[in-house]
């Protein structure tokens, strides 16, 4: 079973930027996409930014050019630059990892990290 630990989140004025970091331990990490998703309060956890193995990526249209999806293959690691941020993008972060599509929008995964705190204030 991968496991997941995201952190970077935390409080920031509208238009400001944070990095978000998430490191997988686990089997087949290296060749499997890694992703990063968000629940805001009362809603539904959505998919923010996928990217395959080979540096392929995927977005949500709401984040599409303010957002950027990186990873380090060598360290399991997951980033997440978070440009141009609106109140709208204010969520827990999680990330994950699996061997789907690399434009697959579905959060019906097994476990999750503890995910981490993003606030963007007006």
């Known amino acids: 079973q991968v496991q997941l630990v995201e952190s970077g989140g935390g409080l920031v004025r509208a238009g400001g930027s944070l990095r978000l970091s998430c490191a997988a331990s686990?089997?087949?990490?290296?060749?499997?996409?890694m992703g990063w998703y968000r629940q805001a309060p009362g809603k539904q956890r959505e998919m923010v930014a996928r990217?395959?193995?080979?540096?392929?990526?995927n977005y949500a249209d709401s984040v599409k050019g303010r957002f950027t999806i990186t990873r380090d293959i060598a360290k399991n690691t997951a980033y997440l630059q978070m440009n141009s941020l609106k109140p709208e993008d204010t969520a827990v972060y999680y990330c994950?990892?699996?061997?789907?599509?690399?434009?697959?929008?579905?959060?019906?995964?097994?476990?999750w990290g503890q995910g981490t705190q993003v606030t963007v204030s007006s």
């Open positions: 994950n990892v699996d061997r789907r599509r690399l434009d697959s929008s579905l959060t019906d995964f097994d476990s």
């Open positions: 686990g089997r087949f990490v290296s060749s499997s996409v």
């Open positions: 990217i395959g193995s080979l540096g392929g990526t």
